[in-house]
């Protein structure tokens, strides 16, 4: 089962679980990258560094996946977009905290929030993303 499979505000932990399954593949990924692209350091400093961005985006995920459903079931507004601003906010702050920053979680947190609304408003539209052009 998908992520959008699950109703929103229902099954909270297989959201959860789902989503920080994500996050754990996009930290390994990115920490893969930045690994391969700087350059060369201790293999212990690389495995630190690469170990602290999976588990922090694995957290973000976790936060995102957990305040939205709780959100969507808080607010008996399971299909409402703005479910998903709360929870892309939610991930923001984190990375504010985490950086220390409060300019950081506040831009990340307007930004995650608007790009998870889009993402949820688009679904529930039917926008298109990628694919053939329609006729």
Known sequence: MGYWDVPQGTDCVEKTWTTTKLGTALGLVGSAYYSLSVPPEPALSTLTRSLGATVLMAS???????????????RDAPEDPFNFFIGGCASG?????RSQSAAVGTTACLGLGAVAYLVKAGRAEGWRFSGPPEV
């Open 60 to 74: 973000v995920g976790a936060v995102f996946g957990v305040t939205t459903c709780l959100s969507a079931s808080i």
């Open 93 to 97: 702050v984190l990375l504010g905290a």
